[in-house]
């Protein structure tokens, strides 16, 4: 949270693409904390990144895990707002113990000139110390902003609602009439435990 200010947050330059977001001078972007009309509380995160070469440059933070969560799928959400393109902006998670990456699922960040929230998952191992990284992952020059905040990474319980399938077609068995070139029509699909069926019938001349 950008309330707590940039403690733990280090910026990173990986020399033009992701290797495991540590080290190097990240000379092309900036990094600070946002008063001006921030998406939660008094601070965000800001990453301004300047009209250049920016890849391979972002911002990571080391964490740790409960042993309890190795070997599970674990989720990533934060609140953002950018003016950069779809792709430009991209996670990663690094398993520090491993030296493995890990490509969440979504791994891009979706243009988005409103307010929105990004969700991911991602499949842990053995290890319990991991490292967040977002970055720039495009050689465009243009020069972009990101805001976020609110940035978590655990388990996440799952509220399973009622399954319901998509609407199917099929042809009913028809008997004591002759539909002729007229019309038929039905589809069905399954609510929970019931079956919905909707059609209709025109006979023919």
């Keep these: ?36 009309s921030p998406l939660r509380g008094t601070y965000d995160f800001d990453l301004v990144v300047a009209a250049a070469d920016a890849s391979g440059e972002g911002v990571s933070y080391d964490f740790t895990i409960d042993k309890a969560d190795k070997f599970s799928k674990l989720s990533i959400s934060f609140d953002y ?8 902006f991209e996670i990663r998670i690094y ?10 699922i979504p791994q891009v960040l979706d243009a988005n000139s409103k307010e929105t929230k990004y969700y991911s998952e991602f499949q842990t191992t053995d290890s319990t110390s991991y490292r967040f990284s977002l970055f720039v992952n495009d ?34 068995a028809v008997t004591n009439l002759t539909v002729g070139n007229g019309t038929l029509y039905f589809r069905h699909r399954r609510v929970g435990d019931t079956a919905e069926i909707d059609g209709f019938f025109k006979l023919g001349s």
């Design 81 to 88: 707002l950018t003016d950069a393109p779809d792709d430009f």
């Design 1 to 36: 949270d950008a309330e707590d200010g940039l403690t733990g947050w280090s910026t990173f330059d990986d020399g033009g693409s992701y290797v495991d977001g540590t080290g190097g001078t990240a000379s092309n972007l900036t990094f600070s904390q946002n008063s001006s």
């Design 95 to 104: 398993d520090v113990t491993n030296s493995q990456i890990i490509y969440p």
């Design 139 to 172: 050689t465009d020059a243009t020069g972009y902003t990101i805001n976020y905040d609110n940035v978590k990474v655990g388990p996440e319980k799952k509220i399973i609602g009622t399954p319901v399938t998509d609407w199917e077609e099929y042809t009913p």
